[in-house]
């Protein structure tokens, strides 16, 4: 069974940046659609990133013009680049993708954003 593995998380000050990553198992090419999800404690799961088998994506408002989602040539692993990060952009994400008609998530990686 293929599995998610994320990491890149932490703690970060106002303006910081981070990257996060999620890699498939088993070097499967998984990530022909690729998504980054968060979940802010006592909030409802949102999609923040998309990516499509073109290489289109689309982001949510609320990080339009400072996170960049983007995947390696083999597309097993796709990014998460996050700069400008504020406050309200502590969240839980979660990476996930469509792969032989399963939908796959990562486990989640903790990013807090702090002074």
């Known amino acids: 069974q293929v599995q998610l593995v994320e990491s890149g998380g932490g703690l970060v000050q106002p303006g910081g940046s981070l990257r996060l990553s999620c890699t498939a198992s088993?070097?499967?090419?998984?990530?022909?659609?690729a998504n980054w999800y968060r979940q802010a404690p006592g909030k409802e799961r949102e999609v923040v990133a998309t990516m499509i088998p073109s290489g289109s994506t689309n982001y949510a408002d609320s990080v339009k013009g400072r996170f960049s989602i983007s995947r390696d040539k083999a597309f097993n692993t796709v990014y998460l680049q996050m700069d400008s990060l504020q406050p309200e952009d502590t969240a839980v994400y979660y990476c996930?993708?469509?792969?032989?008609?399963?939908?796959?998530w990562g486990q989640g990686t903790q990013v807090t954003v702090s002074s």
């Open positions: 996930n993708t469509y792969y032989r008609g399963h939908t796959l």
């Open positions: 088993g070097t499967i090419s998984a990530f022909s659609y």
